[in-house]
């Protein structure tokens, strides 16, 4: 199964609807099993840094597999994967607002949310991806 545009952008209307209720305005991307972009939006006055951090983050979630939350406990000081933010170019983001997408334990995508504090991202992320299912 892969993601379509369709499932993206209903995600991404999910996630908006949650950014709207916590009244912080959010960038999110959706990313296929490569991590290329299969939809991203910007909501009126969000951040212009969150434009590739929201999609580094669905990026990230689908290279490594896990969330980028728990990616950042993994990296750091003295943890296996220490220092694996500097891979990349500096592409792989260590905290909160990305997660892989799956269909029956096989990742074929990643959201990224990025706009707010790092809970706020996650939030909006955990609303996006809810809408896959």
């Known amino acids: 199964m892969d993601l379509s545009k369709e499932t993206a952008l209903r995600m991404i209307s999910a ?38 951090l929201a999609l580094n983050k669905a990026y990230t979630a689908v290279a490594v ?3 980028t939350e728990t990616l950042g406990e993994l990296a750091q000081p003295g943890q296996s994967l220490y220092g694996i933010q ?34 706020q991202d996650i939030a909006c992320a955990d609303a996006g991806l809810s809408a896959f299912c």
């Not at 991307?29 to 969000?46: E, F, K, P, S, Y």
């Not at 792989?92 to 990643?110: E, R, S």
């Open 15 to 52: 996630a908006e609807e949650k950014a709207n209720e916590l009244g912080v305005p959010m960038v999110i991307a959706v990313v296929d099993r490569g991590g290329n972009l299969i939809a991203q939006v910007r909501q009126d006055d969000a951040l212009l840094a969150s434009i590739d």
């Open 65 to 67: 597999k896990v969330s």
């Open 86 to 119: 500097t891979d990349k170019n500096g592409r792989f983001v260590i905290f909160g607002g990305g997660l892989p997408v799956t269909h029956d334990d096989v990742i074929i995508g990643g959201i990224g949310v990025s706009g707010g504090s790092v809970e």
